[in-house]
């Protein structure tokens, strides 16, 4: 796309956030230099009504994709799922600590800690989640095609190994032969807590858990999920026996598959642990809920609870219509209102507004041909995607910024799925392979150039969507 080429960035991904994110990707940079995947030199990260869009410099994304060469080295790669895998285990440490905590037992200052403590975790998760992304796997996808088909490359780089998605659907079958009980959904929860990333409250939680719930009960088809893993393995093995080449590199990318999956559940339900801390935090200062989890900052939130000073309302509807966080040439600085609007412009040149089009090209993640109505879902978004997870009907074509696991029943009804973000090895990408459908994924704009009742052509073996209005 024309905006896209002429602009010193380019778009990684977009979804629905609390603006405190912004400040703990940024802090991935600030903090974690010594990771080789935090080494970025320019990222601006733009905010409206908590819709975050995120940027990369172009001249970042071109060493991201030679850092990816790295992955090939068994020592480097091995070294690097290990540090992964230990940060994960400390993660879930925390989890289990959080859990036993009585907050109302807790000082201001104690409260304030944890939250930090939370927020430090996040960004050092966010680390290990970069190297997955498009520009880090690049080549590995790359080389996987020297020798492979399209139809065997995707096949190989599905993990025969149960993740976490996958033992969560497996429990969830299992739950919906029972009685609704809200004790059984928060287990459930505890077990999998990123299945309510950016939910506010408790009962925002259980609302979306139990319109699933009921969704399911009558209509979903029970999967033997255990015997589809089987079958996908002799299915590897077949073409690996004719290709041993390809067996180490279908390794790395099925462990990065995994990998993926395992820290997006990861800062994924520390926001089922936010619950907890923002309510009794909110409780504490009087400050409503809502507005402490979308608007306040880290720092702001220590003086909320240390100093009673609460961010005015004229700030927060500053940070609702614009706000911007930037990461350039070794600082980081933020903005609102109508001054974020000016850096944004500044900073994005031509990408700052998208030109109309109807063609949009994206990589094709699962290969097929499929006509169909687009349907908007806006990843992140609770409220949307309960209204959507009501009325989606089988067929239609699911457009979204990214498909997170929680959306699995609305992605199974699906003709085709299209997203903005994402490369061979994103959740989007693995799914559509599962699921047998047509997949694009890395278009950058679906979302904002595709209205909802659009009618659409997927050419997913040519990475092309066509708007026929």
Known sequence: ?????????????????????????????????????????NVIEVSRNNK????????????????GKKLLKKEYFEKLIKDMEEVCSDYQKMFRELRDIDYSKLSNKQLYNWFVKMTDMWSLMMSYFIFSQAEGTYYLVEEIKKYAS??????????????????????????????????????????????????????????????????????????????????????QERVLKQKPKLRRLAEISQRIALSRAEVKSCWGGTDWYFIFLFEQ?????????????????????GDLLLKKEKLSKEEMGKRDKCFVGLWKNGKASYYSGDRAEEIAKQELGPLYKIS??????????NPGNFSGIARILYAGNMENVREVRKSFKKGEILIT??????????????????????GMLSHAAIISRELKI?????????????????????????????ILR
């Open 1 to 41: 796309m024309q905006n896209q080429e002429k602009s010193k960035y380019a778009f990684i991904w977009s979804n629905y956030q609390a603006d405190f994110t912004i400040e703990t990707n940024i802090n991935t940079l600030i903090k974690y230099p010594e990771i080789d995947w935090s080494r970025m030199k």
């Open 52 to 67: 975050i869009s995120v940027y990369y410099s172009k001249k970042d994304l071109e060493n991201n994709e030679k850092r």
């Open 150 to 235: 399209d139809e065997n490359a995707s096949l190989l780089m599905l993990s025969p190994e149960l993740d976490t998605i996958n033992l969560e659907q497996i429990d969830w079958q299992e739950l919906i032969k029972k009685p609704f009980s809200e004790q059984r959904i928060i287990e459930h929860i505890y077990k999998y807590p990123w299945l309510v990333a950016v939910h506010f409250t408790l009962k925002d939680a259980i609302e979306t858990l139990k319109q699933r719930y009921d969704y399911d009960k009558k209509h979903l088809i029970k999967k033997d999920i255990k015997k589809e893993k089987q079958e996908l393995k002799e299915k």
């Open 281 to 301: 935090i909110a409780k504490r200062t009087k400050e409503n809920i809502y507005n402490l989890q979308k608007y306040y900052f880290i720092e702001e939130v």
């Open 356 to 365: 109309a089009t109807n063609e949009l090209k994206g990589a094709c993640a």
């Open 401 to 422: 910024e990214m498909t997170q696991p929680s959306i699995m029943d609305i992605a199974s009804k699906a003709g085709a799925i299209i997203t903005d973000e994402g």
């Open 438 to 466: 047509p997949c694009i994924v890395g278009t950058h704009f679906a979302t904002t150039l595709i209205k909802n009742g659009d009618k659409i052509k997927v050419n997913a073996n040519k990475g092309l969507v066509k």
